[in-house]
Structures are given as C-alpha cells and as structure tokens.
C-alpha cells in the first residue's frame, strides 16, 4: 500500500477538487460568484498562510526575490481574479460538471502556449492527447443536443466562460513558471499567487465601493458562509497539500493524470445533489477527455 500512497493522494486530490466546485457552486447560486471569488480569496490566504508558518516557518515568503513576485503575482493575477471569475460564474450557470470538465482543457491551452511563445516542443502523442482532449469535450458539449432541448442563453455563455477559466489558468500556469525556477517552494508560490490576487481583487471591490455589500450578501445567507468555507478548506487546504505530496511521491505523469478526474468524480455528484441528467454520450465524452488528458502527461 505504502508503495502507492502517492497515486492515492492524486485521486483523493481530484474528490478534493471535485468537492471544492461543488461547494463553490451551492454558494454562488445563493450570494452571486463575484462574492465567491472575493471572499474565498480571504479565506484561502489566511488558511495558506498557516500552511506556510507550520511547514516553511515564515507566515509569508518575503525572503523571496523582487522578480518572482513580480512572476507568480502575474500569474495569481491571470489565473485566480480574472481566470477564477470566469469560472464561477460558469459554476453558477452550467454547474461544476461541465465547469471542471471545461477546465481540463487548461493543460492543453499551456502546452499550446509553452509550444509557440516559449518554444517548447510537442510530441506526436501529446498531439494525439490535445486532440482526444478536444474531442471529448465537444462530445459531452454537443451531446446536449441530442436531448431534445435547444440550448439555453445561460448554458452557452457557461461553456464559453468555462473556456475562459481554462484560458486564465493555462495563462497562469506559463506565467508562474518563471517564478518557480530553481527549485523554489511551491507552497510559497502559492501563497503569493493568493496574496496577489485577494490584494488586486479586493483593491479593485473597495474603488467600486463594493466591499460592504460582498459582506451583506453573505450575511444574508448563512448557508453560503459554510460552504464558502467549506470549499476553501477541501481546496487549498486540503487539495493543494494533497497535489504536492502527490507529485512528491509518484510521477509527475501519473500523478497530473490522476489529479485531472475531477469531472469523471463530478458525474455522480451532479446526478445526486444538483439533480442533473445527462446522457451515456455525456459520460463517453469525459472519458474520452480524461484518456486525452492522461495521454498528454504521460507520452
């Protein structure tokens, strides 16, 4: 058993993840997305801080040097306001089902990025995996059409929000490479992406003189606080820690792979809790994607 902990941790990640958008979604269906992501960047850095402190010593890294705050700030920036906006309110309109399986193209989007900006190369199987990746997901996208239900306004506007969730976390991904060369710590990237991002962000909400009502939303809803929490502690507490020690102890191939179910593990959740039907093509589909994505790491 011991021999396979690492591979365990990336598939407890992925149910992790799976819960984090869940969570997220029940609270932006109750206060509003834009109150999600501002209050959940709060949370986040409070609760990577205290990661930082028992692990790294130091509530926050300011040892670090000028230009990899300057990198991964970026890259929170990219990734977590702008990226993260997008994806929920693609959770408040499609759900976390077809959200997170939008999400899966991030890693498709980088390499394709990484290829011609930074001239990284592709294989011919990665290239086989982006397109299977694609494939997939037109599937499970088109397979609403073969119910006898027209395409709705919120529905299409979810799916091109969940594209630019995938486009700003691709985008973040690049940015944040540069700042974590030479072995710098990834918990202390993380924490600078967060801290970044809560700052921009909630900079931005005060100048719209907005911060008192993301607060009165939640007020007005008790619900949405526990799952607001409730998602933060299941993603970067306990999902991050998770991924890292995952990719401390297996492949990095297996253990990306592994970490990319989230929207096979949404399959059910969605069934049961936000009553969603879909059909055997919806189910095909994610697994074509997730055999694209596992092809793309792992060639």
């Known amino acids: 058993m011991s021999a396979y902990l690492g591979e365990i941790a990336a598939l407890m990640t992925s149910l992790a993840f799976s819960l984090t958008s869940t969570m997220f979604t029940l609270a932006g269906r109750r206060v509003g997305s834009t109150t999600v992501n501002r209050i959940r960047l709060i949370l986040a850095v409070l609760l990577l801080s205290l990661i930082h402190w028992i692990w790294l010593g130091s509530l926050l890294p300011l040892k670090a040097d000028p230009q990899r705050w300057l990198w991964l700030g970026l890259s929170g920036i990219v ?18 089902r077809l959200s997170m399986l939008m999400m899966s193209l991030a890693p498709v989007i980088a390499s394709l990025v990484a290829w011609i900006f930074l001239g990284e190369t592709l294989t011919l199987g990665q290239i086989g995996g982006i397109a299977l990746t694609l494939s997939g997901i037109a599937w499970v996208v088109l397979e609403r059409g073969s119910n006898r239900q027209s395409p709705n306004r919120d529905y299409l506007r979810g799916i091109l929000f969940g594209l630019g969730g995938a486009t700003g976390q691709a985008l973040g991904l690049v940015l944040a490479k540069n700042g974590l060369s030479g072995g710098f710590s990834p918990i202390s990237a993380n924490l600078i992406r967060m801290l970044t991002a809560a700052t921009t962000l909630w900079a931005i909400t005060i100048f ?16 949405a606080i526990w799952f607001l929490m409730a998602g933060t502690v299941t993603g970067p507490l306990i999902g991050v820690s998770l991924s890292l020690f995952a ?34 093509g919806a189910v095909a589909g994610t697994f074509v994607a997730m055999a694209g994505v596992a092809l793309l790491f792992l060639v």
């Not at 009502?213 to 809803?221: D, E, G, I, P, T």
């Open 79 to 96: 990734g977590l306001v702008l990226g993260d906006a997008f994806l929920f309110q693609a959770f408040v309109w499609i759900g976390p």
């Open 208 to 223: 719209q003189r907005q911060a008192r009502s993301a607060f009165v939303h939640l007020n007005a809803n008790h619900r």
């Open 247 to 280: 990719v401390q102890q297996s492949a990095v191939g297996v253990a990306s792979t592994l970490m990319a179910l989230p929207p096979v593990f949404l399959l059910p959740i969605s069934y049961i809790v936000f009553k969603e039907r879909f059909g055997w």
